[in-house]
């Protein structure tokens, strides 16, 4: 059974900075099509980034050019380097795993069937 485990979350000024992680296991992550989705508090959940084990990588528009996805296969973790945070940005952050690459890219991401608690992240202005 994957498991998946997010840290890095926390709170920050608008223009900061954040590097949330992700440690799969009972998965090989280099197999699998990795990613994160957010939800804030009343809106829908969004898919933010996703990553292929060939290294290829999808954004949402809404963080393209500020936030990065990599990958460290022989930690089998998975990481989301955010930069120029805004508050829009505010959310719970859960990482999210499947097998085979998604039809949709990062919007699938939240129909996953491996997904971990989430770590929150709030940007104030």
């Known amino acids: 059974q994957a498991q998946l485990v997010e840290s890095g979350g926390g709170s920050v000024q608008s223009g900061g900075s954040l590097r949330l992680s992700c440690v799969a296991s009972?998965?090989?992550?280099?197999?699998?099509?990795m990613g994160w989705f957010r939800q804030a508090p009343g809106k829908e959940r969004e898919g933010v980034a996703g990553?292929?084990?060939?290294?290829?990588?999808s954004y949402a528009d809404s963080v393209k050019g500020r936030f990065t996805i990599s990958q460290d296969n022989d930690k089998n973790t998975v990481y989301l380097q955010m930069n120029s945070l805004k508050p829009e940005d505010t959310a719970m952050y859960y990482c999210a795993a499947q097998s085979g690459r998604p039809g949709g890219g990062y919007y699938d991401i939240p129909k996953f069937r491996y997904r971990g608690q989430g770590t929150q992240v709030t940007v104030s202005s």
């Open positions: 990553i292929a084990g060939d290294g290829s990588t």
């Open positions: 009972g998965i090989t992550s280099r197999y699998y099509y």
